[in-house]
């Protein structure tokens, strides 16, 4: 099954992804320290958490899966298509902005923070090289899946159709009903080819997130995907939502590294 009981928490695995190669899990909102509303696992600062509690998820998200949080490297993420190539743990230096995170040392956990947006975990076993993408509506206009793909194409060599992807608990379309700005700066993005993940109902659209994703990894030419079908919305007992819980909630987790 995809989802672990490990002691207090919840974990998400992908069935594809190597368990020898790399470490990977995305974890759930128990078992950590923090009150209503952030209840319980929440590892996002700056949302009117107390750091410490959060210090403390953090470091818990890390020890369920077995990873030194020493090893973390994390980033700003802003909604954008920024890539970032951590070749160290990120330590006391300031985070980088960038919502496309990329390694090939061993030294490096791959950190990222979610609540309805997609996440999306990119092994190449050839090249030996992984990846965490995080996707909203904005990532989805700016092609942030495809311009993972391209990066690890271009700057590691890797071959598309030998990278391995998991997309994980994240909003459904049923859940997400967007304006007509975003379904307009989705259309053009994909030039009108959306009718299996825009929804369009009376007075409104609904986007299917993780549906989006996949087809822009699968035009760069990925073969294997994965698909989660949690919805983050429906499931408020294990996961964020930042659109079921009205923007009053947490964030989990995603980690992905690779192991030597
Ligand atoms: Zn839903």
Known sequence: MPIQQI??????KFESFSTSEITHGIVGREGGVSPDPWRSLNVGGFIGDDPDRVAKNVRRTFEVLGRHVGTKHDVWQSHS???HIAIAPRGD?????????ISQTTDVTLF???AD?????MHDPVQRVIAIVHAGWKGVTLDAPGKAIRTLCNTFGSRSGDIVVGIGPSICAECYPVGIDVANAVEKVFRGATETFL???????H????????KQLEREGVRNIEMCSICTA????????????????????????LEG
Not at 7 to 12: A, E, G, P
Not at 199 to 205: D, E, L, S, Y
Request: hydrophobic share 45%; charged share 25%; aromatic share 14%.
């Open 7 to 12: 002691d207090d928490f919840q974990v998400f």
């Open 81 to 83: 298509a920024d890539f």
């Open 93 to 101: 230096l300031p985070p980088v902005h960038a919502d496309i995170l």
């Open 112 to 114: 990222m923070r979610f």
């Open 117 to 121: 947006c997609v996440p999306i975990l």
């Open 199 to 205: 929804w369009k109902r009376v007075g409104t659209f």
């Open 207 to 214: 986007l299917d997130l993780p549906l989006a994703c996949r």
């Open 234 to 257: 429906m499931d408020l007992e294990n996961w964020y939502s930042h659109r079921g819980e009205n923007g009053r909630t947490g964030r989990f987790g995603a980690l992905l590294a």
